[in-house]
């Protein structure tokens, strides 16, 4: 198979927004080049670097080393300790601490970066770019394996399905080794004409902040518990060309608010770790999702398969889909959210978001906890984040919109959910913080 470009851009392109400098593609390229002579060849790469700009330089570094680098759903010791251990002879990119490990730790920014790139070097189809571990939002977290040739047409479709057509500067919340920061932050602005800023906000104030030192037009990437924090702040929104959400749906007023409050177009963008981003819609105008070209869904009428040139095999979607006659489709939920009381069905995705629509609730989620006793159907739970609210108020409002049977007992206020960088909600580390804050069961 033939070699592809790392870059399609042009070399005077600014790329990155580094440390308060800006990287043309020929900088950028320059540092990656140097640092992929730091790494030994054609070796697995743990990418923990936090900056977002050191890992975008890394993930390109270790490409050029002909190695693969290795994302881990988070930075847990066991997490890393379990990796390396599957992977002899890796070694680790990180730009922090990380003392404890006895693996060779190499940081980025410890490279000649004076250097300045003359070519746009080119990777093998087939190598191995990226292995991707999931957050186990739906169960056990799984491994994927990404394809040079995979990525690279996977973000030439992005940029052709929504990726911006003029310069941008963006900023994006999530993080890069998630697949859906690293389709949109890393691999997106290879290709579009996008200078990407290397910071990564979470709190509102720090996110207007990140956004009013950009020029405009500016762009959003982020998922829909970081937008409900920035919708909740006081600060005056700066104005926006774009925001892209993923991770999670959407509440439909969410966005209207956010595009009244920011001027922008809310694009909210569909997918899955195995295929990437594959279709889209306007989420403030209540539309269907709307696949991009090149994908193929078989099966129906619910559950369905998707191919595509670029992917490396058929993917069987989670998702219940229904499709319309203009080849649009909603979401219906999942085989695993969808829940069955007193003959009664419902989706726990669904429940949820009704939940995230109350006024003042910041975050919160639906679900149902494992079974006490063999047999036993237990009733709906919910962990709520809504300071100023109380358990009364907040389940006499879900009881105007959803049937008595689904409203959730315990529903419990707490200060956080134990989300991951992501954004998602991996079903472990949700029962497990459940368990914890669990009360004496009451007569």
Known sequence: MSDLPLIERALDDVLLHLHDQELSVAAYLGRAMALSAQLPPRTPVVNLCQNRGHFSIGFAAVLLAGGHNLLPAN??????????????????LADCAMDRLSVPVIHPADVDSSSLADRIPSIPAHQLAAVVFTSGSTGASSRILKPWATLYHSARLNQASFGPRHPVHALATVPPQHMWGLETSVLLPWFAPITMHDAQPFFAADIVASLQQLPEPRVLISAPVHLRVLDEADSELPKLET??????????????????????????????SETGCLAQRRSARGEGWTPFAGFEFDGGPRRFRVRADHLPETVELMDELAFDAQGRFELIGRSSDLVNVAGKRASLAELTRILLDIPGVV?????????????????????????????????????????????????????????????????????????????????
Do not use: N, W
């Not at 439909?252 to 909210?268: D, I, M, N």
């Open 75 to 92: 930075r847990l010791p066991a997490t890393i300790d379990a990796l390396l251990e599957q992977h002899p002879g890796a070694c680790v």
């Open 243 to 272: 925001i892209y959400s993923a991770t999670a749906p959407l509440s439909p007023k969410l966005a209207q608010r956010l595009e009244s409050g920011t001027g922008s177009e809310v694009r909210e963008i569909y997918g899955c």
């Open 363 to 443: 975050d919160g989620v639906i679900f149902q906890p494992p079974a006490q006793r063999e047999g036993r159907v237990e009733r709906l739970a919910a962990l709520v984040v809504a300071p100023g609210l109380d358990a009364a108020s907040l389940r006499a409002r879900l009881a105007e919109r959803i049937d008595a049977a689904f409203l959730p007992r315990p529903l419990r206020l707490v200060e956080a959910l134990p989300r991951a960088e992501s954004g998602k909600l991996p079903q472990h580390a949700l029962m497990d913080f459940f368990r914890q804050h669990a009360e004496p069961a009451r007569a």
